[in-house]
């Protein structure tokens, strides 16, 4: 029988209330929210590093050593023992054979492995599955379903759209009840924003993170996204001004600019982002290591027509936002500056030609087919010194914006506006992209399309910018 594989994974119970101090070569990449939770598994013999001396707090952590982390940490009994009296040796032996477990750390794993398959606390990974790095998601169901079996944790029912922001992407996927589970009692919490973003890696600091705050209840909190703040979220299939505009916000600050985004491959009409309820992943994922250094020209889809499902482009934006809303599966993204005159034509609104046009609605789509233009954006509407606050896929991505004053002062309301909420509610992108303004060509170039297949019982239509921003983010 195979020792069991501990190396620097093992996990102990926790036994002190004193941290110990760690002493890696890269300390000083601990971040400062996490150091506790790992000082912690420092000091209960868990984590010992690697043999250079890293700890490597962002480095991902594979399905098999977070699989380890786990039954270490929760399981108390000889495992051993528990291989001869309860598996058995032959169906151990066929259990690391049909698995494959014996090409998971040279089989020093199998133990570990074949204990878990059998108490079925992860879904069953073969073979060099196990040493793929592990996701969000598969991290919660492993921790979930220990929770489950080491400590007959008691789950209260829960309205999950409360306390996970990105709930619309977790319902979909078969992790919802782990993930939603874990959420409920206060494990998780997601970023700042109150995203858990499911399919992407967990680093090793996260999850000392996660294992710690299963492992005492003391350490958990439940965090309501309204604690912090809630971002605009819509409905599917709610025809409302209001609902259109909330929905339009979901990408703002998450998805990249990408000419041809959300155009299928034929490049005639909607692709598969386009025609998503909710935001793409793909979108997510691409968006998540750019830099201030973004520049669209990199992601060409006429050189590369992979790229459309990276990101939105300003008729991918508009269409998706109008298929989210009306819900009735059809696709909505065409040229920018036909976008008015597709949507008069199927019956939801009129058009107002740019040279007629002497006010501007929340809700309104603006096309212009301008040489120099040539962009569809959602209008929010005038302030009071004439510059109009918008919504819009533009150069670097999905973004709130203000444009000049009529007379091309750049300090104007709608400008303040946009900064003021993209810095307080959309940080991370802000620190990036801090330019929220547009020229004074986005308030003469554009036709106006007015929905008739929207309704404003709240009223939005007649509120000003800022009380409009005001009712989005529940201020």
Same mark, same amino acid.
């Not at 250094?293 to 934006?317: A, E």
């Not at 007015?450 to 509120?463: H, K, P, Q, T, Y």
């Given at each position: 029988m195979k020792k069991i594989f501990t190396l620097f994974l093992a996990i102990t119970f926790f036994a002190s209330s004193v941290y110990a101090q760690t002493n890696f070569s890269d300390d000083g990449m601990i971040r400062q929210y996490s150091r506790k939770y790992v000082e912690m598994l420092v000091s209960e013999g868990g984590i010992h590093g690697y043999t250079d001396n890293t700890f490597k707090p962002q480095g991902t952590v594979t399905r098999a050593e977070f699989m380890s982390m786990c039954f270490n940490s929760f399981y108390k009994g000889d495992l051993t023992d528990y291989i001869a009296n309860v598996i058995g040796e032959e169906k151990y032996s066929e259990t690391v054979y049909e698995n494959g477990f014996d090409k998971v750390w040279n089989g020093a794993a199998d133990n570990i492995l074949a204990v878990a398959a059998y108490m079925e606390l992860s879904d069953k990974f073969? !073979?060099?599955? #196990? =040493? /793929?790095?592990?996701?969000? &998601?598969?991290?919660?169901?492993?921790?979930?379903?220990?929770?489950?079996?080491?400590?007959?944790?008691?789950?209260?029912?829960?309205?999950?759209?409360?306390?996970?922001?990105?709930?619309?992407?977790?319902?979909?996927?078969?992790?919802?009840?782990?993930?939603?589970?874990?959420?409920?009692?206060?494990?998780?919490?997601?970023?700042?924003?109150?995203?858990?973003?499911?399919?992407?890696?967990?680093?090793?600091?996260?999850?000392?993170?996660?294992?710690?705050?299963?492992?005492?209840?003391?350490?958990?909190?439940?965090?309501?996204?309204?604690?912090?703040?809630?971002?605009?979220?819509?409905?599917?299939?709610?025809?409302?001004?209001?609902?259109?505009?909330?929905?339009?916000?979901?990408?703002?600050?998450?998805?990249?600019?990408?000419? !041809?985004?959300? #155009? =299928? /491959?034929?490049?005639?009409? &909607?692709g598969t982002e386009a025609m998503t309820l909710g935001l793409s992943?793909?979108?997510?994922?691409?968006?998540?290591?750019?830099?201030?250094?973004?520049?669209?020209?990199?992601?060409?889809?006429?050189?590369?027509?992979?790229?459309?499902?990276?990101?939105?482009?300003?008729?991918?934006?508009?269409?998706?936002?109008?298929?989210?809303?009306?819900?009735?599966?059809?696709?909505?993204?065409?040229?920018?500056?036909k976008m008015d005159d597709m949507l008069q034509a199927m019956g939801y609104g009129s058009i107002v030609e740019r040279k007629d046009v002497s006010e501007v609605k929340a809700g309104d789509i603006m096309a212009s087919n301008c040489d120099d233009c040539k962009h569809v954006f959602i209008s929010?509407?005038?302030?009071?010194?004439?510059?109009?606050?918008?919504?819009?896929?533009?150069?670097?991505?999905?973004?709130?914006?203000?444009?000049?004053?009529?007379?091309g002062n750049k300090n104007s309301e709608a400008i303040k506006l946009a900064s003021e909420y993209m810095k307080k509610y959309y940080p991370d992108w802000y620190n990036?992209?801090?330019?929220?303004?547009?020229?004074?060509?986005?308030?003469?170039?554009?036709?106006?399309?007015?929905?008739?297949?929207?309704?404003?019982?709240?009223?939005?239509?007649?509120?000003?910018?800022?009380?409009?921003?005001?009712?989005?983010?529940?201020?």
């Open positions: 073969k !073979g060099e599955e #196990w =040493n /793929e790095p592990i996701t969000r &998601a598969e991290a919660a169901r492993m921790l979930y379903r220990s929770l489950l079996k080491f400590k007959d944790e008691n789950i209260e029912s829960t309205e999950y759209n409360g306390i996970i922001n990105d709930w619309n992407i977790i319902s979909k996927t078969e992790y919802a009840e782990d993930i939603g589970a874990l959420f409920s009692l206060g494990i998780i919490q997601g970023d700042a924003n109150g995203n858990f973003e499911p399919d992407r890696s967990l680093t090793r600091e996260d999850g000392a993170i996660l294992i710690c705050k299963a492992l005492h209840s003391e350490l958990r909190e439940v965090k309501k996204v309204s604690d912090t703040y809630v971002l605009p979220s819509g409905e599917r299939g709610v025809r409302t001004i209001k609902n259109f505009i909330a929905t339009a916000f979901e990408p703002v600050g998450k998805v990249m600019y990408v000419y !041809g985004g959300g #155009w =299928n /491959e034929a490049d005639d009409g &909607a992943q793909s979108w997510l994922d691409f968006a998540k290591d750019k830099t201030a250094s973004y520049n669209c020209n990199d992601y060409d889809y006429t050189k590369d027509v992979s790229v459309i499902h990276d990101g939105l482009d300003c008729s991918g934006y508009v269409g998706w936002a109008i298929y989210n809303v009306l819900n009735d599966g059809k696709g909505y993204v065409t040229n920018s500056y929010l509407g005038k302030c009071s010194d004439g510059s109009m606050l918008l919504l819009h896929s533009s150069p670097p991505g999905v973004q709130l914006s203000g444009t000049y004053t009529p007379d990036k992209f801090p330019d929220n303004s547009r020229n004074a060509s986005y308030l003469t170039h554009y036709n106006r399309f007015v929905w008739s297949a929207l309704s404003d019982d709240e009223g939005i239509r007649d509120m000003s910018p800022r009380e409009i921003l005001e009712v989005m983010f529940n201020e």
